[in-house]
């Protein structure tokens, strides 16, 4: 997960971490472990994030997908994209 990404996507819609843990059900403790990638968000929380900071689908991708991704790419296949 890109924690950078997360967080200036969050600032920029102009939410707290607190006002983010509210909207998700969980502490602010529990979120702030999240955003930094101590623990991992879970689907349901991933789907109501990408709603609430109205994400596309590069930001989605580049925000909690991107590093997983093209590890599991093989290394011919992504010299050849």
């Not at 924690?3 to 529990?30: C, D, H, N, P, W």
């Not at 990638?37 to 689907?43: C, H, M, P």
């Amino acid at each position: 997960m890109n924690t950078y990404r997360l967080k200036s996507a969050r600032a920029s819609m102009g939410y707290t971490q607190v006002e983010m843990a509210k909207k998700l059900s969980i502490t602010q403790k529990t979120y702030n472990r999240k955003e930094l990638g101590i623990v991992d968000f879970n689907l349901r929380e991933v789907t109501k994030i990408i709603d609430i900071l109205k994400l596309d689908v590069d930001n989605v991708y580049g925000i909690f997908f991107n590093d997983k991704l093209t590890s599991c790419i093989p290394n011919e296949v992504s010299k050849n994209a």
